[in-house]
RNA sequence: GACCCCAUCGUCUAGUCUGGCCUAGGACACCAGCCUUUCACGCUGGCGACACGGGUUCAAAUCCCGUUGGGGUCGCCA
């Protein structure tokens, strides 16, 4: 195979969207596997809609997934890099112009003078006879000398579509031909001077050497176009796969106003970058090995193979997102999540740094199988950090607003005080002897505990989460969760 | 509207190119059970699909045609 060269070419006129994500990963993905150069090339031509601002939340976006780029523009004070520059589409107008004007020379293109007006009206007439809007070609034949009579008006270039069929050899959707007719003479560069995307795509790829055009299969129409123009212009043509975009749960596509649209989301929402990443690639690929559907991101770059690409597009499913992630987030060696995991207590307002790297990495390791995002490790661990502000209200009810209540926590205190050394197999076994000589099923001594010391019914184990608490702390809450039943009591004698 | 793409359990899919090995396999979800101090994790089992209609063939999920459904493109947007 030649050299692969592959690229992503988003516009910037927002965030990075989850359905661009699924096309740079594929991209990158492919480069990665054949030794290749992915290329970031931004589509920014388009001043109205384009921020610097979204360039950046754009980049921000692949860098956290961890999809680096090997050629592109400047981001985060890395300076721009790769030979095929500028990575800005707004940079590379000289080279769109004259590459519209050598069409023009050539008589693959001419001047058209309708003006926005004119062919409004073309359009319209269109609509009424019913048939498909398009350029009439007033301007295809015109003579030289109804050209100079025009004298310095302004014009756009349209390239002339040539007869014939095109044909698209695509690795994901097959042969696709086309007769050409199906085409009207477009517009490739705008009376400012400016170029239209199909030009500047053409003209951006063939120049910066692109072996496989990798995109969403909303360009596959607009993949004849830009045959013709590789043709026209004399570049070697690409390689095309055209993949399938991403849906929503509902089966549309992804809206950009939909939560999880934005690739960041599921970084705010506790998901873990290589997850998402797991699960975007399920959504467009199957790997070959039947019934694996784990894979790092490394692992990814080994399996990976273009054949197994999908043609059909897929709704996005959250659960099974959340399943990945949990597998993920368990795959993770405990050091690794707990530095995901600390942060995310300090920005809840925890103090960790009061805590030990040690202890924190032993409340991690509590907490590894239970959590299914990270986000989870607050509701799972804050009362290590702050003493509970009240107890859960069902919990109250089913544990303390029973008869005996009251004599059963003095009895775990009891208990808890007598614990030597305060560990999780000499809690266990006290607990232990404490239901057997009771009668009474672990989980009767068990729940109640639960609720004094963290306020809750769900957590992690119980004898671990104890022995982290320390036993001072232990008993302080019990003596408090006594103090709250004898108050519940006289309320409701 | 014209043209293009897609179509297997609720969801993601294997199988389709190279028809028989498919009374259609896996995963998520769901349901039941096991494990168990809760929630989870883990384990076991269950439910559950070839969109429809015609062909071709000894044989079709697999090939062909049509229908339906979904998506895309038809801009001096990208």
Not at 25 to 39: C, D, E, P, S, V
Request: aromatic residues 10%; negative net charge; proline residues 5%.
């Amino acid at each position: 195979m030649t050299d692969v060269r592959v690229r992503i070419a988003p516009s910037p006129t927002g965030f990075l969207h989850i359905g661009t994500a699924k096309t740079a990963l594929f991209n990158w993905l492919f480069a990665r596997k054949y030794n290749g150069t992915f290329i970031l090339r931004l589509e920014d031509t388009d001043v109205e809609r384009s921020a610097e601002e979204y360039a950046q939340a754009m980049c921000e976006g692949f860098h956290w997934l961890g999809i680096e780029w090997d050629e592109g523009p400047e981001f985060g004070g890395v300076p721009e890099k790769g030979a095929c520059g500028p990575y800005r589409q707004s940079q590379r107008r000289e080279l769109h112009r004259r590459e519209a004007f050598r069409l023009l020379e050539e008589g693959k293109a001419y001047k058209c003078f309708c003006t926005k007006e004119e062919l409004e009206e073309m359009r319209e007439q269109a609509r009424q006879q019913k048939l498909p809007p398009r350029y009439n070609g007033t301007w295809r034949n015109a003579t030289p000398e109804q050209v100079a009579t025009m004298g310095d008006t302004p014009y756009a270039i349209r390239f002339k579509v040539p007869e014939g069929e095109t044909v698209i050899h695509d690795l994901v959707q097959g042969e696709v031909r086309t007769n050409n007719r199906e085409y009207d003479d477009f517009v490739i560069l705008k009376p400012n001077g400016d170029p239209i995307f199909h030009l500047a795509v053409v003209v951006d790829d063939g120049t910066m050497k692109i072996s496989h055009v990798i995109r969403g299969d909303d360009h596959l129409t607009n993949a004849a176009r830009h045959v013709m123009l590789f043709q026209a212009l004399g570049y070697e043509l690409p390689k095309f796969a055209h993949l399938p975009m991403v849906l929503d749960e509902a089966g549309k596509k992804f809206s950009k106003r939909l939560h999880g649209a934005n690739v960041l989301d599921w970084r705010d929402d506790g998901y873990l970058p290589e997850a998402l990443i797991n699960y975007v690639v399920l959504l467009g690929w199957t790997p070959e090995e039947e019934g694996r559907e784990l894979f790092t991101r490394d692992e990814l770059v080994e399996h990976f193979s273009v054949e197994r690409l999908g043609a059909s597009p897929a709704k996005f499913d959250l659960k099974k997102l959340q399943w990945l992630n949990g597998q993920h987030i368990r795959r993770l060696s405990t050091e690794q999540l707990r530095d995901r995991v600390v942060p995310l207590l300090e920005k809840a307002g925890f103090d960790t740094r009061a805590k030990s790297e040690a202890w924190l990495t032993k409340m991690t390791e509590i907490c590894q199988t239970k959590i299914p995002t990270l986000n989870d490790i607050v509701p799972y661990t804050d009362f290590f950090f702050v003493e509970p502000a009240a107890y859960e209200e069902k919990a109250v009810s089913k544990q303390w607003k029973k008869p005996g209540a009251l004599d059963r926590m003095r009895t775990i205190r009891a208990l808890l005080e007598g614990v030597a050394p305060w560990d999780h197999d000499t809690l266990k076994a006290a607990y232990e002897q404490l239901s057997e000589t009771s009668g009474e099923g672990l989980g009767q001594f068990v729940h109640p505990t639960r609720l004094a010391c963290t306020g809750k019914s769900v957590g992690p184990g119980l004898f671990e989460l104890l022995e982290l608490l320390g036993k001072d702390v232990c008993l302080e809450r019990v003596d408090k969760a006594i103090q709250f039943i004898e108050t519940v009591e006289e309320k409701t004698p």
